[in-house]
T-cell receptor, first 116, second 108 residues
Framework: GAVVSQHPSRVICKSGTSVKIECRSL??????MFWYRQFPKQSLMLMAT?????????EQGVEKDKFLINHASLTLSTLTVTSAHPEDSSFYIC????????????FGPGTRLTVT | TQLLEQSPQFLSIQEGENLTVYCNSS?????LQWYRQEPGEGPVLLVT?????EVKKLKRLTFQFGDARKDSSLHITAAQPGDTGLYLC????????FGAGTRLTVKP
């Protein structure tokens, strides 16, 4: 199967700082990637759709100026949490669809963000 | 509101029991995927169903896609502790939307 990596796997930052999370498709190209956040014991909530070479599409209620997404290449999307606050602490997961399949998504292992 | 409704939300059973998890929607999907997620990890794809009425088997797991492609079920036979996890169904119509998940615990 296709492999998606995320970096870092865990990050702790102080309130007010910014954190960048990388999502890479290792053995396939992805013109689109998706970013989710997941709170403890809850399901995945779609934050935004990252589009290679164009602006990301954000879900309703997600602040685009706070969660900056850059999809600069066909294998890399980044999510930057700007001016992080404790309420941004969550598990962030990215996924990428594999072309030629019926919409199969391959997920990264997730990034645990803790804002102190 | 969830586009996809999963039930039950929580399920705790003994090893060896059978169970069924449901995924329902009012929307028609071109395909539907089932994933399992373990704590602290990303979801892992189990199966994709595409054709209405399709049945797929993966060892002790049986997946069925409804005839109208609006719902799906996952049946596990003789559950084992290793089956413990969050089961998510995802419907695909240009983007992927997930149900709230079924959190399964299988006790030894």
């Amino acid at each position: 199967g296709a492999v998606v990596s995320q970096h870092p796997s865990r990050v702790i930052c102080k309130s007010g700082t910014s954190v960048k999370i990388e999502c890479r498709s290792l053995d396939f190209q992805a013109t689109t990637m998706f970013w989710y956040r997941q709170f403890p014991k809850q399901s995945l909530m779609l934050m935004a759709t990252s589009n290679e070479g164009s602006k990301a599409t954000y879900e309703q209620g997600v602040e685009k100026d706070k969660f900056l997404i850059n999809h600069a290449s066909l294998t890399l999307s980044t999510l930057t949490v700007t001016s992080a606050h404790p309420e941004d602490s969550s598990f962030y997961i990215c996924s990428a669809p594999l072309a030629g399949t019926s919409g199969e998504q391959y997920f990264g292992p997730g990034t645990r963000l803790t804002v102190t | 509101t969830q586009l996809l409704e999963q039930s039950p939300q929580f399920l705790s059973i003994q090893e060896g029991e059978n169970l069924t998890v449901y995924c329902n929607s009012s929307s028609v999907f071109s395909s539907l995927q089932w994933y399992r997620q373990e704590p602290g990890e990303g979801p892992v794809l189990l199966v994709t169903v595409v054709t209405g009425g399709e049945v797929k088997k993966l060892k002790r797991l049986t997946f069925q896609f409804g005839d109208a492609r609006k719902d799906s079920s996952l049946h596990i036979t003789a559950a084992q502790p290793g089956d413990t996890g969050l089961y998510l169904c995802g419907g695909n119509n240009n983007d992927m939307r997930f149900g709230a998940g079924t959190r399964l615990t299988v006790k030894p």
